[in-house]
């Protein structure tokens, strides 16, 4: 992705979840330079990976797979000092716009549409084999439990949310036809390096080619405690 395009879609997102009523914390907003003078009173930040975290999955074509996430809170489970057992993110999605097959091994999560549009979820169990089961599966939409087929669909209002269990495969995209939708997610500690197993390869970070200079930095980008 160009750094430019991450950029665009900074400003595009801040400009959409505040016309949503939704406000990020100072740290979305600090600069390349002011990160670079931030000491060891940021390590939590630094070291839990939150903040911006923009992919097009490798696909090269980011509104037609893509994701804008930012992580406000999580936990480690690799290091004691951070005890929090959740984690929370807010993320922008736009119609059609595809985040592909993919399950969590240690996560759990529910999926909540905040606002704007309506999102599209196709879920279904993980096979033996790794792949996609052709049994039917049992999903919680708002404590309301659901059959679905294997992947079965559920398209999820401004209000609703839906838990996705552990090995349970899912994708989602904003539906057709309809605006940006804007999503929290609420989980158990999240670790995007080791607990994503999609489908079929894909680049969780993207590639950058710097353009121009980074309005923000990404989740992966910040520099060591000065």
């Known amino acids: 992705m160009k750094r430019s395009e991450i950029n665009r879609l900074m400003r595009e997102a801040v400009e959409f979840f505040g016309e949503q009523g939704f406000h990020l914390p100072p740290f979305a907003f600090w600069s390349p330079e002011e990160w670079r003078k931030k000491g060891h009173e940021a390590d939590e930040i630094r070291d839990n990976r939150l903040g911006w975290d923009i992919t097009d999955f490798g696909s090269g074509d980011f509104r037609r797979v893509g994701l804008l996430l930012f992580t406000l809170r999580n936990g480690n489970i690799y ?58 599966l049992k999903v919680s ?18 209000g609703e949310s839906i838990t996705v269990e552990q090995e349970v495969y899912h994708t989602f995209y904003g539906e057709e036809g309809g605006g940006k939708v804007l999503i ?22 993207p590639v950058i080619e710097e353009d121009e200079p980074p309005l923000y930095l990404l989740c992966t980008e910040y520099p060591p405690a000065s």
């Open 184 to 205: 929290g997610e609420v989980s158990s500690v999240n670790d995007d390096a080791t607990d994503n197993f999609f489908l079929k390869p894909v680049g969780r970070f």
């Open 79 to 136: 290091d004691p000092r951070y005890r929090k057992p959740y984690a929370e993110k807010v993320l922008m999605v736009g119609p059609g716009q595809v985040t592909p097959w993919h399950y969590h091994k240690s996560k759990v999560e529910d999926i909540i549409v905040r606002g704007g549009g309506r999102l599209v979820m196709e879920l279904a169990l993980k096979a033996p084999d790794g792949g996609l089961s052709e049994e039917h």
């Open 141 to 158: 939409v708002d404590g309301v439990l659901r059959e679905l087929p294997p992947k079965g669909r559920v398209v999820l209002e401004p």
